[in-house]
């Protein structure tokens, strides 16, 4: 590989560290693995730099997580395991859980918060990839509807109806699972 540019270097410190954490979280829900979750975000980092050598961009958060969605998927068509099984923890749901953090003042509200958490992840975990591809973009990365479509190469309308049922088929697996 050969060095980037001093702008596009410059340009890469600008703006991809502000989201890795977002990266990280869009990659792991996709590949389900913490460990290859990182090499993905590392995959999408390096193609992030070298695109920045021709690439201008107004938009990062799409730009990067586009990135990352496609370095996911060109890992997994690479190195799917038939057996691979989910390895996050609770704190991967940090994201989504409301409150200021402060749950653990009450033992029986962290249990009941822990067992609550689980069955989000779960539920999530069950959801097919295209509709949880959407539903972490939506509502754990926080991105728009437009910002949605362009990462992931979608008619807006396409978006919205993945997230409406991504929610719908969420509401129903929490409510069978009691």
Not at 22 to 46: F, G, M, P, T
Not at 120 to 143: C, F, Q, Y
């Amino acid at each position: 590989m050969t060095a980037a540019s001093p702008h596009a270097a410059e340009r890469f410190r600008v703006l991809v560290p502000p989201l890795l954490d977002d990266a990280y979280s869009l990659a792991k829900w996709l590949c389900r693995d913490a460990n290859d979750a990182e090499d993905i975000v590392q995959e999408a980092a390096v193609r992030a730099l070298k695109a920045l050598e021709t690439t201008s961009v107004d938009r990062p958060k799409p730009w990067f997580l586009a990135i990352v969605r496609n370095a996911a998927v060109t890992w997994m068509a690479r190195n799917r395991r038939k057996d691979l099984a989910f390895a996050g923890g609770l704190d991967d749901l940090d994201a989504l859980a409301p409150g200021d953090g402060n749950a653990a003042a009450d033992p029986e509200a962290l249990l009941i918060a822990v067992q609550d958490g689980e069955r989000l992840r779960r539920a999530m975990a069950a959801l097919p990839p295209p509709l949880l591809e959407i539903l972490i973009l939506r509502d754990v990365n926080g991105l728009s509807y437009r910002d949605i479509a362009e990462a992931a190469g979608l008619p807006m309308g396409t978006v919205m109806s993945r997230l409406a049922r991504a929610r719908g088929a969420l509401a129903r697996s929490l409510k069978a699972d009691p």
